[in-house]
């Protein structure tokens, strides 16, 4: 059965980094399009990036620049450097492998958490 598994969500200071990791599970990763979504309270769940291939990339605007997509696959990771935070960016973000990239479903992690303050 197909897995996604966040880590290294955490609280952070306005303008520093984190690095987000969604690892996979039970299928194997090569150049599958894999994607961030994010979540904050009171808020509809929104996308944020996008990786197809080995490094074709896309970004929302409110990210681009700022954030990078990028992948393993000898390690069947997806990353996602979160550079220069800001108070806005504070959100469960979210794995997502669409249909037919891991599966015939569309498959989701369980979030990790990101809180950016001071």
């Known amino acids: 059965q197909v897995q996604l598994v966040e880590s290294g969500g955490g609280l952070v200071q306005p303008g520093g980094s984190l690095r987000l990791s969604c690892a996979v599970s039970g299928s194997i990763l090569s150049f599958q399009p894999m994607g961030w979504y994010r979540q904050a309270p009171g808020k509809s769940r929104e996308w944020v990036a996008r990786?197809?291939?080995?490094?074709?990339?896309v970004y929302a605007e409110s990210v681009k620049g700022r954030f990078t997509i990028s992948r393993d696959n000898a390690k069947n990771t997806v990353y996602l450097q979160m550079n220069s935070l800001k108070p806005g960016d504070a959100a469960v973000y979210y794995c997502h492998a669409p249909r037919f990239s891991l599966g015939r479903e569309e498959y989701w992690g369980q979030g990790t958490q990101v809180i950016v303050s001071s």
């Open positions: 990786i197809t291939g080995a490094t074709s990339t």
